[in-house]
């Protein structure tokens, strides 16, 4: 039993044969292994197993080397089936899995082993390299076509814009424009808006936006209607808006008291910009019945009838802050100081502050009310123009930084100014340090300020004091 159980074994290791092996040989083997299987029985078959054992390696090496031939020639040629055995000229699909996936030519028996499909074929590939497609020719007898679609005309089609979306597409856009002021981008915008019947809303809701806003919004609303008029909407939306604004008055004046003379002022505007016609006032006399409307056309009225008198209705919104001459600013801001002084009135000259809409400019403001205080021949002038900064200072009207600028220019120029006033450096370092007892200015600006040194003029001038710079 013991003779079979290592005859078996030898049996299975030897049964890797080379596949080139002729039948002659085959025979040969069997005698080897009857041979080996009398050596064993007779105690002498160590030497013979380990030839065995070298001999069927060296038939598995040849094995897995006809193994590694057949996957790269795809099947082509001589293989080696599973028993050992030559396979000339049968296709064997390679058993390595990587050399199906990267294998790209061929496995039929005919062809010349050339890429599928001239190599426009497989996952990504829309065809040759430098194929240009044609023009596709329908077929008229395919059952599914129809004659119609031939003479189809593709369009892009917007739809038109609904009541409940107005506002909510449309505000934005006039608020932006508040802050750009460009009106061919507001034009370009609305002209991909099917607006379709709401056309002659745009001017009502930009006025009535433009109320609540400030007076450069409204000379840069009065400026849209301008630029609209005639591209995107025409002369008849102009007057119809119109109309409407003066309906919606009631309801306007709640939320803007001074609503009527606004409005009146937007068609006095409109008119003399030739967006509404002359008539268009005259329309409505003996016609109105709301006290609001009747206001607002008297007030246009008055208006148009000043400008034959010269007064320019272009200009009655005034100019915003950043588009003004700067000595414009400066006048404007010297006649602000001047009726605070008169006047005392704080709230007013806050207002009047705020609508000049130069938050970037108020250094000048500083500047013009510290040379104010120099210039003035009491105290007055000083303890006004003290609080009206302290008061500015913590209502943050006017920043930090903008104080701090206007200070700095009054000590470059105050060797000038002393020229003018005596006194301006002891008036000078006074308002600084009263100007830093009530917190306007920090320590480190207070010291900044350009001192005097005091001397008499002789021993025998007691109590004359000469101001002189240090």
Not at 134 to 147: I, L, Q, T, W
Not at 181 to 193: C, F, H, K, Q
Not at 416 to 422: A, R, Y
Not at 463 to 469: H, S, Y
Request: charge should be neutral; glycine fraction near 8%; include cysteine.
């Amino acid at each position: 039993s013991e003779v079979k159980k290592i005859h078996l074994k030898y049996l299975n290791v030897l049964d890797l044969s080379d596949s080139f092996l002729s039948g002659e040989e085959e025979n040969g083997g069997l005698a080897v292994h009857n041979k080996n299987i009398s050596n064993e029985i007779n105690s002498n078959w160590l030497s013979s197993t380990s030839n065995s054992i070298h001999e069927a390696r060296l038939k598995a090496k040849a094995k897995r080397r006809l193994r590694k031939n057949s996957s790269r020639d795809s099947g082509r040629g001589d293989s080696l089936s599973d028993n050992g055995d030559v396979s000339r000229g049968i296709s064997v699909a390679p058993t390595s899995p990587k050399s199906k996936l990267m294998d790209r030519k061929s496995r039929m028996r005919k062809g010349r082993g050339l890429p599928k499909k001239g190599g426009a074929g497989g996952k990504g590939v829309w065809g040759k390299t430098g194929e240009v497609y044609g023009p596709v020719v329908v077929d008229e007898k395919d059952p599914n076509y129809d004659e119609d679609q031939e003479n189809c005309v593709y369009e892009t089609v917007v739809p038109p814009l609904e009541e409940r979306d107005f506002e909510k597409t449309v505000t934005p856009i006039v608020l932006e424009y508040f802050e750009h002021g460009d009106t061919n981008e507001v034009a370009e915008l609305l002209s991909e808006l099917n607006l379709g019947s709401m056309q002659s809303e745009v001017p009502s809701l930009a006025v009535s936006l433009a109320l609540e806003a400030k007076a450069s919004h409204r000379e840069l609303t009065s400026r849209l209607l301008v630029d609209l008029c005639g591209t995107v909407l025409s002369h008849s939306d102009m007057a119809t808006s119109f109309d409407k604004l003066l309906r919606d008055l009631p309801d306007l004046v709640l939320d803007t008291p001074g609503a009527p003379q606004l409005v009146g002022q937007f068609i006095a505007r409109a008119v003399s910009d030739q967006i509404l016609s002359k008539s268009y006032i005259d329309g409505y006399k003996g016609k109105v019945d709301c006290e609001y409307a009747r206001a607002a056309l008297d007030r246009a009225a008055v208006l148009l009838k000043m400008s034959l008198g010269g007064l320019r209705i272009d200009n009655h919104w005034g100019t915003g802050g950043g588009q003004r001459p700067v000595i414009q600013l400066i006048r404007e801001m010297n006649l602000l100081l001047n009726e605070y002084i008169l006047s005392g009135d704080s709230k007013e000259a806050e207002r009047c502050l705020r609508d000049l809409e130069v938050p970037h400019f108020h250094h000048e403001f500083v500047y013009e009310a510290i040379v104010m205080v120099l210039e003035s021949k009491g105290e007055k002038t000083f303890k006004k123009v003290l609080k009206l900064l302290s008061l500015f200072s913590a209502s943050s009207i006017i920043t930090v930084d903008q104080m701090k600028r206007g200070f700095e220019r009054v000590y470059m120029d105050i060797a000038e100014i002393n020229i003018d006033v005596p006194r301006a450096y002891f008036l000078l370092e006074q308002f600084v340090e009263k100007s830093f007892s009530l917190g306007i200015i920090g320590v480190k600006l207070r010291d900044q300020c350009p001192r005097c040194r005091k001397r008499f003029v002789s021993e025998g001038d007691v109590g004359v004091v000469k101001f002189d710079r240090y």
